[in-house]
């Protein structure tokens, strides 16, 4: 079992920046790929970033590239969503989730993530 908490959402001006965090515990998680994920009202969860266990691979979805960055820190037992230039339309509930790997393919599809936490809020106003 692996326990993921996020934190670092809130409120934010178009065009700002915020840093989620997402701290995991439990079983090994540093061999776990991780995953961030949004869901706006009305619509889906749809994927924003992912990594894999080494943060030797990571992926974005394409609304996000080149304004998000996904880290990870296996000593803290943390990754990390850099978030810049944001935008009204990134105004969502963003999720952390992980699933056990041995691979560095990052796997955008929700139904491959095992764990996820409880989310986090972010609002971004114009």
């Known amino acids: 079992q692996v326990q993921l908490v996020e934190s670092g959402g809130g409120l934010v001006q178009a065009g700002g920046s915020l840093r989620l965090s997402c701290a995991a515990s439990g079983r090994t998680p540093s061999s776990y790929n991780m995953g961030w994920f949004r869901q706006a009202p009305g619509k889906g969860r749809e994927f924003v970033a992912g990594?894999?266990?080494?943060?030797?691979?990571?992926y974005y979805a394409d609304s996000v590239k080149g304004r998000f960055t996904m880290s990870r820190d296996n000593a803290r037992n943390t990754v990390y969503l850099q978030m810049n230039s944001l935008e009204r339309e990134d105004t969502a509930v963003y999720y952390c989730?992980?699933?056990?790997?041995?691979?560095?393919?990052?796997?955008?599809?929700?139904?491959?993530?095992?764990?996820w936490g409880q989310g986090t809020q972010v609002t971004v106003s114009s």
């Open positions: 990594i894999s266990w080494s943060g030797g691979s990571t």
């Open positions: 989730a992980a699933h056990r790997s041995y691979f560095e393919a990052v796997n955008p599809y929700a139904n491959a993530y095992d764990y």
